[in-house]
């Protein structure tokens, strides 16, 4: 009995030593961690001329995909308000009554791939023409009036070209429908240049994180050759890899979120000096669109993209010279 209480005894002080000591090693670990951030901040703070020409690049380089992203965003805004007015216009027979075209009118309203209708008869359409069109004179050696009656037809938002199209031939159908007119072409222009625009995004922002990469990873190799002495003592003295490593790790990372920060920072700045002529003029025309900021969640992809891209710089960095430096 004694000798099984013997035994036992130090297994548990072995097991708990065991768990303290990795909870003590993960507490150094993170300890070294936050001292390590901290550190690397304060250094680029204390010398922000230094790091000053690096956080530009950065930012310029996230600048010029985020304002091309902020143009595009707007312009599938202002994609989606055109085609409300991208409305379908019948045109009814000349013999078609005032009655006979409200009544047609109220059952297109209707449909349920339609989000209005409205009717205007050959004398109102002839009337505004007379307005806008400065030929009064001329109109009046008309012997009759040439324009039909038409019924204007607005498809709701979001109505895809094919559901369009069949609306159209859906409405062409009526007896006293003499004819249809459906531009789409213009809508399907701009769809193509919102898709060329998202591709030519993807490719500037890719060919722009390699330059990032390439910046930073120059930037900490130079930090890299500064500190070859103390490197090398930090090695001799037991020093991993991974220890010497951390720093320069946490110094990309400052250098791409200071970066991403200048970046929102100018695109903010860029939409609060556009945004005042954009409303003023969009109210000339009669528009109700108003230019959009970055959106919240663009801005967070931002500044995580940069400070990814500035840590896969250091470490490239780092992974390609640390090697070499031996004690």
């Keep these: 009995m004694a000798a099984s209480k013997s ?57 010029l995909p985020g304002a091309l992203w902020m143009t595009l965003d707007n312009m599938e805004q202002l994609s989606g308000r055109f085609q409300a007015s991208g409305r379908i216009t019948l ?10 075209g409200q009544q047609l009118m109220e059952r297109i309203a209707a449909l349920p791939d339609v989000e209005s209708a409205s009717f205007i008869d050959s004398d109102s359409a002839l009337d505004d023409f007379r307005t806008n069109s400065g030929l009064q004179q001329a109109l009046e050696f008309l012997p009759e009036n040439p324009l039909p009656a038409v019924i204007l037809v607005e498809p709701p938002l979001g109505l895809q070209a094919d559901e369009v199209n069949r609306l159209a031939e859906q409405l062409a159908a009526y007896q006293i429908v003499d004819s249809i007119q459906l531009d789409m072409a213009w809508v399907e222009r701009l769809l193509a240049m919102l898709a060329l625009g998202e591709r030519l995004i993807w490719v500037l922002g890719v060919l722009l994180a390699l330059a990032i990469l390439l910046v930073v990873g ?40 200071v970066g991403g920060l200048l970046a929102w920072i100018l695109l903010a700045s860029c939409w609060l000096l556009l945004s005042g002529p954009v409303d003023e003029l969009a109210r000339l025309y009669g528009s109700g669109f108003e230019l959009k900021p970055l959106s919240a969640g663009a801005a967070m992809a931002l500044l995580l993209s940069a400070m990814l891209l500035g840590w896969l710089g250091a470490w490239w960095s780092v992974a390609r010279h640390l090697d070499q430096i031996e004690p």
């Design 7 to 63: 035994v036992s005894k130090p297994s548990a002080q072995g097991a708990s030593g065991h768990n303290i000591g990795v909870r003590a090693r993960f507490s150094s670990w993170f300890a070294h961690h936050q001292l390590t951030a901290v550190e690397t901040l304060v250094k680029l703070l204390a010398n922000p001329a230094s790091a000053l020409l690096t956080w530009l690049v950065v930012a310029i380089a996230l600048t």
């Design 91 to 100: 045109y009814l027979e000349p013999q078609a009554s005032i009655e006979a």
């Design 218 to 257: 120059n930037t900490i190799r130079l930090a890299i050759a500064a500190r070859v002495d103390e490197i090398r003592v930090t090695k001799l003295v037991g020093g991993t890899n991974a220890y010497v490593r951390r720093p320069f790790l946490y110094t990309g990372l400052w250098y791409g979120l």
